[in-house]
């Protein structure tokens, strides 16, 4: 099956700053890489995904890139707000299944 | 639309006691899911379904058993809880398969005493 790993497992930035979170995946075959954020008591909601033949895809202040012969793909989040914060999860599709990464908890401070 | 729901969203059992979770959706999608999410893991595959009455095994299927008798619901049974089996489960569902967009429930939060 897939191996997914996420860095890092929590990280806090202020309001305003950017963060990152990275993922590698070992399969080279996966072609769709989304990402969710799941708020505290809730399922995880689909923000942003990227699909193989793209290399970065941006919605208002998320952007993800992908970079498939390293096998790894990043979600950048710029001018953080408080609302922001939540865990945040990579994952990448082997067959009909999908593997998750560990998830990041992203705290931002005001 | 509601979209996905899933019944009940707590629940406490005793080792040995069975249950079923619930999960239906309202979007027509043929493929369901169910995973278990515990601290510092992140979400774990149980069984999936690609279609009404077919089920399929995930990464962590033992213990679990599942039936898709209809497209819009997708049961989780526990025949012997044990205390492993703590954890919060959500289901998910999408149109078609892995290269969708999986829309998740709001999760059953389960304990095992």
């Known amino acids: 099956g897939e191996n997914v790993e996420q860095h890092p497992s929590t990280l806090s930035v202020q309001e305003g700053d950017s963060a990152v979170i990275k993922c590698t995946y070992s399969d080279s075959a996966s072609n769709y890489f989304p990402w969710y954020k799941q708020e505290l008591g809730k399922g995880p909601q689909l923000i942003i995904d990227i699909r193989s033949n793209v290399g970065e895809k941006k919605d208002q202040r998320i952007a993800v890139t992908l970079n498939k012969t390293a096998k790894h793909f990043s979600l950048h989040i710029t001018e953080t707000q408080p609302e922001d914060s939540a865990v945040y999860f990579c994952a990448a599709p082997n067959f009909n299944k999908f593997y998750f990464g560990s998830g990041t908890k992203l705290n931002v401070k005001p | 639309n509601a979209g996905v729901t899933q019944t009940p969203k707590f629940r406490v059992l005793k080792t040995g006691q069975s249950m079923t979770l619930l999960c239906a959706q309202d979007?027509?999608?043929?493929?369901m899911y169910w995973y278990r999410q515990d601290p510092g893991m992140g979400l774990r595959l149980i069984h999936y379904?690609?279609?009404?009455?077919?089920?399929a095994k995930g990464e962590v299927p033992d213990g679990y058993n599942v039936s898709r008798l209809k497209k819009q619901n997708f049961l989780l049974g526990l025949e012997s809880a044990a205390p492993s089996q703590t954890s919060v489960y959500f289901c998910?569902?999408?149109?078609?398969?892995?290269?969708?967009?999986?829309?998740f429930g709001p999760g059953t939060r389960l304990t095992v005493l």
């Open positions: 998910a569902s999408s149109s078609r398969q892995s290269s969708d967009t999986q829309y």
């Open positions: 379904s690609v279609g009404e009455g077919t089920t």
């Open positions: 979007m027509n999608h043929e493929y």
